[in-house]
T-cell receptor, first 112, second 113 residues
Framework: EAQVTQNPRYLITVTGKKLTVTCSQNMNHEYMSWYRQDPGLGLRQIYYSMNVEVTDKGDVPEGYKVSRKEKRNFPLILESPSPNQTSLYFC???????????FGPGTRLTVT | DAKTTQPPSMDCAEGRAANLPCNHSTISGNEYVYWYRQIHSQGPQYIIHGLKNNETNEMASLIITEDRKSSTLILPHATLRDTAVYYCIVRVAGDNYGQNFVFGPGTRLSVLP
């Protein structure tokens, strides 16, 4: 089944403790991206990747890192999480830039 | 990318057609209209997209006005499972801009029994 998977789905952590949210797609898509969703602010793009080893900042990249060493994986790294990064995170992929995106199920992160 | 305007909320009776409007008066000639929806806190789901011709798939129909300044997403027989936030987005397809879709607040559709 074609899908985008994220892990973990739920995470509660403390300020400053490094964490990684994994994202994987099995559709051989070139384009992958990360969004965060907050009440009243909608979905905002954090980082995106147009292909392996090609990444760039979205609208809200501060406090996040990404890497794209393999086509299928696009992990989101929070080196030193802070409470303002408490949010619902979505990973997405698409065959090419601008084509329809397929979203993962989301990761709900709480930083205390 | 052009901005879009959608009503914040709409109701629709189950079994009836749901018509969701979207204004995009500053749309450029090479910008497509995309529709996504998000059910509760699930990941957004692609519905349909089009450039200037009307489009139909198994989920919905997209009607774009001749001047392309507005469009309507039609769910022909709405069910309770269609209750969701619907996003209308316009962007250039296949360009080299890395930033992808810009999601606005959307329209919260409530399908009522």
């Amino acid at each position: 089944e074609a899908q985008v998977t994220q892990n973990p789905r739920y995470l509660i952590t403390v300020t400053g403790k490094k964490l990684t949210v994994t994202c994987s797609q099995n559709m051989n898509h070139e384009y992958m991206s990360w969004y965060r969703q907050d009440p009243g602010l909608g979905l905002r793009q954090i980082y995106y990747s147009m292909n392996v080893e090609v990444t760039d900042k979205g609208d809200v990249p501060e406090g996040y890192k990404v890497s794209r060493k393999e086509k299928r994986n696009f992990p989101l790294i929070l080196e030193s999480p802070s409470p303002n990064q408490t949010s619902l995170y979505f990973c997405a992929s698409s065959p090419t830039l601008g084509s329809e995106q397929y979203f993962g199920p989301g990761t709900r992160l709480t930083v205390t | 990318d052009a901005k879009t305007t959608q009503p914040p909320s709409m109701d629709c009776a189950e079994g009836r057609a749901a018509n969701l409007p979207c204004n995009h008066s500053t749309i450029s000639g090479n910008e497509y209209v995309y529709w996504y929806r998000q059910i509760h806190s699930q990941g957004p789901q692609y519905i349909i997209h089009g450039l200037k011709n009307n489009e139909t798939n198994e989920m919905a129909s997209l009607i774009i006005t001749e001047d392309r300044k507005s469009s309507t997403l039609i769910l022909p027989h709405a069910t309770l499972r269609d209750t969701a936030v619907y996003y209308c987005i316009v962007r250039v397809a296949g360009d080299n801009y890395g930033q992808n879709f810009v999601f606005g607040p959307g329209t919260r559709l409530s399908v009522l029994p």
